[in-house]
């Protein structure tokens, strides 16, 4: 069988060389502890750690890790990350390190993947080469399940494709989510009467380990026809649980909220690429990678690769749409698309709710920019005929 190897960023402590920094990641994290054990067999050599190489790069390292395949439990993927990104982190010889990628063998990727990925999501809206656009229900919290709902029909007359709660929103009292899918199913089907158009609505179903798998199931009852999970704060078992219940036929939309604690720091933590794949085998239909334009900041260069592990052939996995969001807004589409192309969900609360004439103007205003950009004009030049966009420019510029 063949093995794991991860990739690691690293800065060794100034008395500790390279090379004995990558040997104390490779030892803590298979066989080995801070000192010799007397514990040791000979044949527990066969599961050591190796350092498969050490390279300079800026302040610091780069080394390739092997684990032996032995050492991994197919299919339990807590126990891959307390391997791959466990206590390494912490190990007081490296001053930062980050985990930045990952290559699992195929023997260990033995998840489903998907169950709808790009192509299933498109096949539930009937679209083609173009993107996404979305939008999350603003204010995050406070709304009633009657105005979530008006919110949501007024962005669905707009023209948007997908509606998301926002990942504080689950069950609170302001807001039961058997309530708000009910009104918001509702009010959808009435913007379907008049657009013709089918609209994705993801509500956030986040709870707890035993109880995510049944919230899932109450809410496509009541006629969800999209799920959300906070992946991080819910654990990828959790995401794996409801991808792969028989009963659960609706795509799942998967947000990020937390992983800057863990990403933003390019020299230590964990990168987002390794996210991104354990998502795709986890079974994430769309998942949130981050915006070359917007509020949360983040490196294009790595965005784009980031995307690549979603997008790209990878054992027979269907590709996850990646999903841009985070201080959207009309004037920034062209940036987005130019940088990450079409196969995208471009969403933007803020964008379209604080458009000046209001959510359904702000939907048509973000479907305009992207009209221009498929259409190669400036949204400068397609808003002097259309006014929606041309009311988000003024407000919000185009940088
Ligand atoms: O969950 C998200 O992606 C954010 O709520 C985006 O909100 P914004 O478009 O208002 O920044
Ligand atoms: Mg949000």
């Keep these: 069988m063949e093995d794991v190897i991860a990739h690691y960023y690293f800065r060794p402590d100034g008395r500790t060389t390279p090379q004995e920094a990558a040997q104390a990641i ?25 350092v498969e190489s050490v390279e300079e790069s800026g302040r610091g390292y780069l080394t ?32 930062a390190v ?10 260990l990727a033995c998840f489903n993947g998907p169950n709808f990925g790009i192509e299933g999501v498109r096949r539930l809206l009937g679209t083609r080469n173009r993107p996404h656009v979305g939008t999350i229900i603003k204010p995050k919290v406070g709304l009633t399940p009657t105005d979530t709902a008006l919110v949501a029909y007024e962005a ?20 039961p989510m058997a309530d708000r899918v009910e009104a918001v199913m509702a009010r959808l089907d009435e913007a379907k009467d008049e657009t013709g158009r089918q609209v994705l609505y993801a509500v956030n179903i986040s709870d707890r380990a035993d109880k995510i798998v049944e919230r899932a199931e109450e809410a496509i009852e009541l006629g969800a026809n999209t799920l959300m999970v906070d992946v991080i704060t819910c654990g990828y ?18 947000h990020r909220t937390m992983h800057a604690a863990m990403t933003r720091n390019p020299e230590h933590g964990i990168a987002m690429r390794p996210i991104a794949r354990l998502v795709r085998m986890m079974g994430g239909d769309q998942l949130h990678t981050g915006t070359v334009s917007g509020k949360m900041g983040g490196n294009a260069e790595e965005l784009i690769l980031d995307n690549r592990a979603l997008t790209d052939p990878w054992y027979g996995f269907k590709p ?26 471009l969403q933007a609360g803020g964008g379209i709710h604080g458009h000046p004439d209001g959510t359904a ?39």
């Design 26 to 50: 490779a030892e803590e994290e298979t066989t080995g502890t801070w000192t010799a054990l007397t514990t040791r067999q000979d044949y527990v050599r066969g599961l050591d750690g190796t």
């Design 64 to 95: 390739a890790i092997r684990y032996p395949y032995e050492i991994f439990e197919p299919g339990n993927v807590a126990q891959y990350l307390s391997v791959v990104a466990g206590n390494l982190f912490g190990l007081g010889r490296l001053e």
């Design 98 to 107: 980050r985990l930045t990628d990952v290559d699992f063998p195929e023997s």
């Design 156 to 175: 669905a007359s707009g023209g948007v494709d997908f509606i998301k709660d926002d990942e504080t929103l689950t069950n609170q009292a302001f807001c």
């Design 237 to 254: 078992s959790a995401l794996q649980a409801l991808a792969e219940e028989p009963g659960i036929s609706v795509p799942i939309h998967v």
């Design 320 to 345: 996850v749409f990646p999903v841009a969001s985070g201080g959207l807004h009309p004037g920034k589409i062209h940036a987005e698309l130019e940088t990450l192309g079409t196969e995208i969900v």
């Design 361 to 399: 103007a702000g939907a048509r205003a973000m479907c305009q920019a992207v009209d221009a950009f498929l259409e190669g004009v400036s949204a400068s030049e397609y808003a002097k005929d259309h006014v929606e966009l041309k009311h988000a420019l003024d407000l919000w510029g185009t940088s």
